[in-house]
């Protein structure tokens, strides 16, 4: 694997861990509460990976595109079937891990981000561009591209999405993350663009967030219900 890469991954790690130390030690220097310090450096550390990434990935940037990947048109077409196809997966991962296994619908991890976006709007920018450039530069790019280098589609995109499903801290929807990056690794073979994955990446992210910042907490406990009603209905409980 090419040096830069290790740079990536040690990048994206640093910044994932950096909060534990700084935001502390802002929160003695400033007269900001820990909360707002939490929050204010986290959108920092978010920009300032984003930038050191994407000047480690230069030399992929500026490389000839893969032979046999997808001009503009079919791009567009890949990246709206694969919304649908990640919406799908995400559906269907669901329905196993409530039915199959008990699990609650709902995630922890989207909770306290929007609890975070509702304090800082401007943190939707984290949610909906940044962090899925990341992401899919990391786990599909990288992670992935070299796994599949010597193994075959489903372990490599296996193992690349536990990885990514480890890394957002809720292991009991792990198999909702695991499918989820599935699509994205099938879009990315497919049309040997990683822009298509970073762009479905961000719309359902940006739904989400739009999504839920257009209701309520009522509003939204009342389309779980539903959603647990279609769930019985389908299952012919």
Do not use: C
Not at 15 to 27: E, I, K, N, T, W
Not at 31 to 37: A, H, Q, V
Not at 132 to 153: A, H, T, V
Not at 161 to 176: A, D, Q
């Amino acid at each position: 694997m090419p040096r830069r890469y290790w740079y990536v991954i040690l990048t994206y790690i640093i910044m994932q861990f950096s909060g534990f130390v700084f935001a502390p030690l802002l929160y003695f220097l400033t007269p900001f509460g820990l909360t707002d310090i939490t929050i204010y450096w986290s959108m920092f550390s978010f920009v300032a990976a984003l930038f050191v990434v994407l000047w480690l990935m230069r030399p992929d940037m500026k490389s000839e595109p893969q032979r046999n990947a997808s001009g503009a048109g079919e791009m567009i077409i890949w990246s709206i079937a694969g919304l649908f196809m990640a919406y799908a997966a995400n559906y269907l991962a669901t329905f196993i891990e409530t039915e199959l296994f008990g699990i609650s619908i709902g995630s922890e991890n989207t909770e306290m981000i929007m609890d975070i976006t509702r304090t800082v709007p401007a943190f939707m920018i984290v949610t909906a561009i940044i962090a899925p450039i990341l992401e899919e530069i990391i786990f599909r790019k990288i992670i992935f591209g070299q796994l599949y280098k010597r193994w075959n589609f489903f372990i490599s995109a296996l193992l690349s999405s536990l990885v990514f499903g480890i890394i957002h801290g809720e292991p009991e929807h792990i198999l909702i993350y695991s499918g989820i990056g599935f699509v994205f690794a099938f879009l990315y073979v497919k049309t040997k663009r990683i822009i298509v994955p970073i762009i479905v990446h961000m719309a359902m992210n940006s739904i989400s967030v739009i999504v839920q910042l257009a209701l309520d907490q009522e509003d939204i406990e009342k389309m779980m219900e539903q959603m647990e009603q279609m769930q019985m209905i389908l299952i012919g409980g």
